[in-house]
């Protein structure tokens, strides 16, 4: 395993603005609840810690490196998580000659180490595609829950021509406002609360979810919660303009039961403005929809990315 990126460990941090793990007894909890629910997804084939123009990107990649293969899927985990949380889905999502990449968000809990502060929402555009731009590939299919799909639509406002297809499950503040709900989850991560108050918290958010010591993902996100300080822009709301703008092939997935926006109007702008877009509302799903239904969000996120490659080939455009 590649760990000689130092993490960023101390008040030190705090002056430059850079995400950072409060004291080093924080961060040895916290690796080892990471590398505990590390264990429960596939052995990565490789595992990378790629530079940027923001910090060092962690990645793991699931599949051989072929140029043969078709075009890869790259994703981006929701807020305070990082790539354990894909545990649910991998299997599912590795399909035969598909490389998948799964990375830690900059800024975020993991193993990304952050160097430059963000002076900007757009600046994760930035990041995201000078990471493509280090693992080699021109263009990739993305996946994003939350906050990751928010970040998957700034590459795609960024450098367009990167993105094969967006897949977004139940992104936030980009088809419907955020809601004091998710506000109150926000802050609520931000302070120092009791673990009892933090697992009430995860579990309002993820619709009742178990969210005990048990779950190493909910473990993971609450230890992230608890240990790591992060200093990121508000995630900017898109205007009709810039999501209209965007005309890459796009699956959006609504859970009918988020909290983090209405539902049914995040699902009505999604379908109003997106020119490519197919629009899903699951009704009963909750915001942690990828661990709700994780055959199902496989099943739906490959025969639509399948589909885009299909149509690619048929065009010329692979």
Do not use: C
């Amino acid at each position: 395993m590649n760990d000689h990126v130092r993490p960023n460990i101390g008040e030190g941090f705090r002056r430059r603005r850079l995400g950072h793990f409060q004291d080093a007894p924080a961060y040895t909890r916290y690796r080892r609840i990471y590398d505990r629910a590390m264990a429960d997804l596939p052995a990565p084939d490789a595992i990378q810690d790629v530079p940027t123009g923001f910090g060092t990107v962690r990645v793991h990649r699931f599949g051989a490196d072929d140029a043969d293969a078709a075009t890869p899927l790259l994703l981006l985990p929701g807020r305070t998580a990082s790539t354990p949380m894909w545990a649910p889905n991998l299997t599912g999502l590795h399909a035969p000659g598909r490389v998948v990449y799964a990375i830690d968000l900059l800024g975020e809990p993991g193993l990304s180490v952050q160097s430059r502060p963000f002076a900007s929402a757009a600046d994760h555009g930035v990041w995201l595609a000078e990471l493509l731009t280090g693992l080699g590939l021109d263009r990739t299919h993305l996946l994003g829950v939350s906050i990751g799909g928010w970040t998957a639509f700034r590459l795609a406002t960024h450098a367009p021509e990167k993105v094969a297809s967006l897949s977004l499950l139940d992104p936030a503040s980009l088809f419907g406002r955020i809601t004091w709900k998710a506000v109150a989850v926000s802050l609520g991560a931000l302070g120092p609360l009791p673990e009892p108050w933090r697992r009430r918290l995860l579990s309002w958010i993820s619709g009742g979810a178990d969210t005990s010591g048990d779950d190493p993902v909910a473990a993971l996100i609450s230890a992230g919660m608890r240990d790591f300080t992060a200093f990121l822009p508000p995630p900017t709301y898109p205007s009709d303009e810039e999501v209209a703008a965007v005309g890459i092939p796009t699956l959006a997935v609504i859970a009918g039961r988020s909290i983090i926006h209405d539902p049914g109007r995040a699902a009505e702008r999604a379908r109003r403005l997106l020119s490519r877009g197919t629009v899903e509302l699951w009704p009963d799903a909750s915001h942690a929809l990828n661990g709700e239904f994780p055959e199902r969000v496989a099943a739906r996120v490959l025969a639509f990315i399948d589909r885009v490659d299909a149509d690619d080939a048929l065009h010329g455009r692979r």
